[in-house]
């Protein structure tokens, strides 16, 4: 059984620290991952992917991939209440079917 | 249309009765899923449509729950005989092949 592991939280940072999501995968050909956030109420919305070892940074958002470890993390710079939702992560293995992790819920105190 | 459209966006039935939800993928998109999502949950996936594959139906709770997809673009997933607990609000995405998939706005299913 692939699986997508993932703190469910809550995380409650204050406004303007970093928020620090993590996330494991148990399928080792997994190539491709994902950062999805959910408001409530509404549905996934991609935010970030990442697809080789390292860092990706776009705007305030960070994901890091460490494909030794099968460990995708996500880092929110300068945090606001915005921010605040459910955010999953998904891995994407060999038969190219995506897989979500049950979601870490944030929450931003102003 | 640009996103993944389902229909309808509220369905409300009585117990027993057969329903059926709609989704109209992103064109040219090969793949399609199905999620089901409870009020404060994480998404359970139902089905998975890629191309021309067989489906991988892995997660479909019971025998109740169907879906198909017509031509490699619309697909309708089938509950019969429908319980209160199947009130949740139905997802479905679609994707590139080997990319990252876009959601619909669900459908909200409410069996009383």
């Known amino acids: 059984q692939k699986e997508v592991e993932q703190n469910s939280g809550p995380l409650s940072v204050p406004e303007g620290a970093i928020a620090s999501l993590n996330c494991t995968y148990s399928d080792r050909v997994s190539q491709s991952f994902f950062w999805y956030r959910q408001y409530s109420g509404k549905s996934p919305e991609l935010i970030m992917s990442i697809y080789s070892n390292g860092d990706k940074e776009d705007g305030r958002f960070t994901a890091q991939l460490n494909k030794a470890s099968q460990y995708v993390s996500l880092l929110i710079r300068d945090s606001q209440p915005s921010d605040s939702a459910t955010y999953l992560c998904a891995a994407q293995g060999g038969s190219e079917k995506l897989v979500f992790g049950k979601g870490t819920k944030l929450t931003v105190n102003p | 249309g640009a996103g993944v459209s389902q229909s309808p966006s509220n369905k409300v039935t009585e117990k027993g009765k057969d329903v059926e939800l709609r989704c109209d993928p992103i064109?040219?998109?090969?793949?399609l899923y199905w999620y089901r999502q409870s009020l404060g949950q994480g998404l359970e996936f139902l089905i998975y449509f890629q191309g021309n594959s067989a489906p991988d139906k892995s997660g479909l709770p019971s025998d109740r729950f169907s879906a198909e997809r017509t031509g490699g673009s619309v697909s309708t997933l089938t509950i019969q005989r429908t319980q209160q607990e199947d009130s949740a609000v139905y997802l479905c995405?679609?994707?590139?092949?080997?990319?990252?998939?876009?959601f619909g706005q669900g459908t909200r299913l409410t069996v009383v």
């Open positions: 995405a679609s994707s590139p092949q080997g990319d990252s998939a876009f």
């Open positions: 064109s040219g998109h090969t793949a």
